[in-house]
C-alpha cells in the first residue's frame, strides 16, 4: 500500500498542474487516435471446434473429415412438413422442384428427399462449403430460405437447419446487437451518473473518458488478439464492453466522491485533487489489478473462449484503469469547481456522506452487530439453496432466447425423424476395420442407424444417428458408451466426434476449468489483499463473504431461470465466467470499505473506523454498485441465454455485495472482531494513541441526534 501510495503521489503531482494536465490531455488523444487508425481488425475463427484444444476427440475428428470426400462440406437440412397431416403429391412436386433449384446454391449434388415411414415430413440435405465465413453461410442460407418460400402450396412449411441453418441464425442474431448492447449501456452509464452527480454536465466527463477507454481497449484487443493467435468471438467483444464501461466507472466515481470531499477541506482545488488521487489512486489500483490478475487465471483454462475472455479482459481493465488514474485526473484538472454545478463543494462546509442515511446504518449494525451478522447470512444461505437441482449445459434448441428457424426446423424433424437425424455423430476409424466398427456402432444402445459416407484408402466415416434427444443426458450416455465400443475394435482406431459429441467435449472441460481455475482466483483475490491490508484476518473473511455472495446469487438467479423464465439449465460457461466477475468485481467494493477503514483506524481505532468509513464511502459504493449491476443486466440484450444468464448472476451478486455484504455483514464482523480484523498487522497490537474504545464514533453520534 506504501508503494502504491508513492506512484499515487506522483502521479497525482504529474496530472493535477493546469499544463501538465492539458498535455496528458492531448497526448492520451493522439495515441488513442493513433491506435484507433492502426489497430485493424481483431483475430476471429470460424471453426466449430476452435474452442477445444487439438487432442479432444471431437476435434480429431473434425480434422480426419477434412481429408475425407465431403468433408470439407457442411450442410444446411430443408425440412418440410404440413402440421403433422401427411404430404401430398402437389407437396412433393415442390420438393423435388426446390431440390433442383437449390443446386445453384451448393457445393455439391443435392440429395433426393428421405420421406418420413408416415409420409408427414421430408427432408433434404444441401451440401454447403465447411470452410466459409459466417457471413457467406447465412447468404447462402438465406438463399435456400427464400427459393423454398417461393411457390410453395398453401400450408406446407420448410424450414432450413442443421450446421449450417443454425450458424447462420447465430451469425444473425448477432448482427447489430453489439452495437445495441453499446449504446444501451452508454445510455444506462449517462443516466445512473446524472442521477448520481445531479449536474448538467459533470457526468461527461467520466462518461467521455470510460467511452474512450473502451474505443482503446478494443483496439488494443486486436493487436493482441493477432499477435496471440487467439480468436475473439462478437460475445467476448460484449463482455468486454461491459467490463470496461462497468469498471471503468466505478473508478470513476471513487475518484471523484474523494475529491468532492476534498474540496470541502481545502481551498486550492488542485491540492485537493492530488489528495484525492493519492488517497484513491492506491484503493483504484489494488482494484484493477485483482480484476486483471483474475481474468488471467483464464490462461490457464482449456477452451479457447474462456482464454480469449481471459486475456481480452485483462486489456479492457487495464486500459479502464489507466484512463481512470491519468486521464479522469487530468479532465477534472482543466476543469474548475463549477464543474460540480449546482451542488459546488466550497471549503468548510459540513461533509453529508459523515452525517447521512449510511451514518444510521452504521448506528444499526454497531447497537446489535450479532443479530445483523446472523441475518445477512440467513439471507445468503437462503438464496443459495435455489442451487437445489441445477443442472448445466444447454443443447442447441436451448441456446436462443429469440425465435430462430433453424431451432424450430429441428424441433419439427425431432418429430418426425429420429431425434438425432438433424446432426449424425461421425465416426471417422482405419478403413480395414469398417465391417467390426459397423457391428460396435449398431450394437451400441441408443443408435438409431448408422451408415458409411466416405471413404479413403486409409480412412472411413460412419454418420451415426442417436435415438436421444441432441445434447441430453442420455445422447451423452451414448456418446460415452459408443466411444468404449469403438475404442475396443482391434486395429480400428476409431474417434467419435460430432456437434454432440464436441457439446459433451466441450462440457467436460468447462467442468474442468471451473475446478482448476476457480481455487487460482481464489488464491489471487487472497494474495492482493494481503499485501494490500498487510493483514491474514481481514482478507480471509473479506474472501469468505464475496464467495458466499457468489453461491447466493447463483442459487437466486438458478431458481429464476428454471422456474420463472423457463431456461433449462444454467451453459457450461456460465458457472465459471460469474464467479471470476463476480469474485473479482465484487471484492472491489470491499477493498475501497476496507482501505478507508484501514486509513481511519490508524487514527480513530477498529470500531470508530469501519463506522467512519461506512458512513463516507456508502454513497459511492452504493451508486458504484447500481451502475455496475446494471451494466451486466445490458448483456441481456444479446440473445444468447448464456450472455443473459451470467448477467443475471453477476448483476445480482453486485447487489447483493454492495446493499447486504459491505453494508451490513462486513461492518458486523468487523465490530466483533475489533482489532483482530487487522492480526497480525501494526493496527491489531494497540489502539491509536488518544483512542477510548467505548467512545461513540462522531459519525454515530451525528445519526442519533
Known amino acids: 500500500m506504501a508503494i502504491l501510495r508513492a506512484i499515487g503521489h506522483r502521479v497525482a503531482g504529474a496530472v493535477s498542474g493546469r499544463r501538465s494536465a492539458w498535455l496528458v490531455l492531448l497526448v492520451a488523444v493522439a495515441l488513442s487516435g493513433a491506435l484507433v487508425t492502426l489497430a485493424g481488425p481483431a483475430r476471429t475463427s470460424d471453426d466449430p471446434t476452435g474452442a477445444l484444444p487439438a487432442s479432444t476427440e471431437s476435434v480429431q475428428v473434425a480434422a480426419l473429415q477434412r481429408q475425407l470426400p465431403g468433408g ?7 425440412v418440410y412438413s404440413r402440421d403433422g397431416a401427411a404430404l401430398g403429391p402437389q407437396d412433393e412436386a415442390a420438393i423435388a422442384a426446390d431440390a433442383a433449384a437449390f443446386g445453384a446454391v451448393a457445393s455439391g449434388p443435392v440429395s ?3 420421406f418420413a415411414p408416415d409420409r408427414r ?11 466459409a465465413s459466417a457471413e457467406a453461410t447465412a447468404t447462402a442460407v438465406n438463399q435456400l430460405r427464400a427459393t423454398a418460400g417461393d411457390g410453395r402450396p398453401a400450408g406446407l412449411t420448410a424450414q432450413v437447419t442443421g450446421g449450417a441453418g443454425f450458424r447462420a441464425d447465430v451469425a444473425s442474431a448477432f448482427d447489430g446487437a453489439n452495437l445495441t448492447l453499446l449504446l444501451v449501456t452508454v445510455a444506462v452509464v449517462a443516466v445512473l451518473l446524472i442521477v448520481t452527480y445531479r449536474s448538467p454536465w459533470l457526468w461527461l466527463v467520466p462518461l467521455a473518458v470510460v467511452g474512450t477507454s473502451d474505443v482503446v481497449a478494443n483496439a488494443l484487443i486486436a493487436v493482441v488478439s493477432r499477435a496471440l493467435d487467439l480468436p475473439i468471438d462478437p460475445s467476448t467483444t460484449g463482455i468486454v464492453d461491459v467490463l470496461v464501461f462497468g469498471a471503468g466507472t466505478n473508478y470513476a466515481l471513487l475518484l471523484i466522491a474523494r475529491y468532492r470531499e476534498e474540496l470541502r477541506r481545502r481551498p486550492d482545488r488542485r491540492d485537493a485533487l492530488r489528495r484525492a488521487l493519492t488517497s484513491a489512486g492506491p484503493a483504484v489500483a489494488a482494484s484493477a489489478t485483482t480484476v486483471v490478475l483474475s481474468l488471467l487465471t483464464l490462461t490457464t483454462a482449456v477452451l479457447r473462449n474462456d482464454r480469449a475472455i481471459g486475456v481480452a479482459g485483462a486489456v479492457g481493465i487495464t486500459t479502464a ?6 486521464v479522469l485526473p487530468a479532465a477534472l484538472a482543466v476543469c474548475g469547481r463549477g464543474l460540480f454545478w449546482p451542488f459546488v463543494p466550497r471549503p468548510g462546509q459540513p461533509d453529508p456522506t459523515r452525517t447521512g442515511g449510511w451514518a444510521r446504518v452504521g448506528a444499526l449494525v454497531a447497537r446489535r452487530p450479532r443479530a445483523v451478522l446472523a441475518g445477512a447470512l440467513i439471507v445468503l444461505v437462503v438464496l443459495a439453496a435455489g442451487l437445489s437441482g441445477a443442472r448445466l449445459g444447454l443443447s442447441k434448441t436451448e ?43 449398431t450394437d451400441t444402445p441408443g443408435v438409431a442407424d448408422a451408415r458409411p459416407t466416405g471413404r479413403t484408402a486409409d480412412l472411413v466415416a460412419v454418420d451415426v444417428v442417436l435415438t436421444a434427444e441432441p445434447d441430453s443426458a442420455a445422447s451423452y450416455d451414448t456418446i460415452r458408451e459408443l466411444r468404449e465400443r469403438v475404442d475396443r475394435v482391434p486395429d480400428a482406431e476409431a474417434r467419435v466426434g460430432g456437434t454432440v459429441a464436441a457439446n459433451l467435449d466441450t462440457r467436460d472441460a468447462a467442468v474442468r476449468d471451473l475446478r482448476a481455475v476457480v481455487p487460482l482466483i481464489l488464491g489471487v483475490v487472497l494474495l492482493v489483499l494481503l499485501l494490500l491490508l498487510r493483514s491474514v484476518v481481514a482478507p480471509l473473511v473479506l474472501v469468505a463473504t464475496v464467495v458466499g455472495t457468489f453461491f447466493a446469487a447463483l442459487g437466486a438467479s438458478t431458481f429464476l431461470f428454471t422456474r420463472v423464465l423457463d431456461y433449462a439449465a444454467l451453459d457450461t460457461s456460465v458457472p465459471l465466467l460469474s464467479f471470476l466477475f463476480l469474485v473479482a468485481l465484487g471484492v472491489d467494493y470491499n477493498i475501497f470499505l476496507a482501505t478507508r477503514a484501514r486509513e481511519e483506524a490508524a487514527t480513530e481505532g477498529t470500531r470508530r473506523g469501519v463506522l467512519t468509513a461506512l458512513a463516507v464511502t456508502g454513497g459511492v459504493i452504493t451508486s458504484a454498485g447500481i451502475l455496475l449491476a446494471a451494466v451486466f443486466a445490458v448483456l441481456g440484450v444479446l440473445p444468447l441465454v448464456t450472455l443473459t444468464e451470467i448477467g443475471v448472476i453477476v448483476g445480482l451478486g453486485v447487489l447483493l455485495d454492495t446493499l447486504l455484504v459491505r453494508t451490513l455483514l462486513v461492518p458486523s464482523i468487523v465490530l466483533l472482531l475489533g482489532r483482530r480484523f487487522w492480526w497480525p498487522g501494526r493496527l491489531s497490537r494497540a ?3 488518544g483512542e477510548d474504545p467505548s467512545r461513540e464514533p462522531a459519525t454515530l453520534a451525528a445519526a442519533r441526534d
Open 72 to 78: 470439407q462440406l457442411n450442410p444446411a437440412l430443408v
Open 399 to 441: 441456446q436462443f432466447r429469440v425465435q430462430a428457424e433453424s431451432i424450430d426446423g429441428l424441433s419439427t424433424l425431432s418429430r418426425y425423424f429420429p431425434a438425432g437425424a438433424a446432426d449424425p455423430t461421425v465416426v471417422v476409424a482405419r478403413a480395414g476395420a469398417e465391417a467390426a466398427l459397423l457391428t460396435a456402432i
Open 112 to 114: 433426393p428427399p428421405v
Open 687 to 689: 489502539d491509536p494513541p
Open 121 to 131: 415430413a421430408a427432408l433434404l440435405a444441401v451440401p454447403l462449403p465447411a470452410a
Open 321 to 326: 484503469a489507466l484512463f481512470g488514474l491519468l
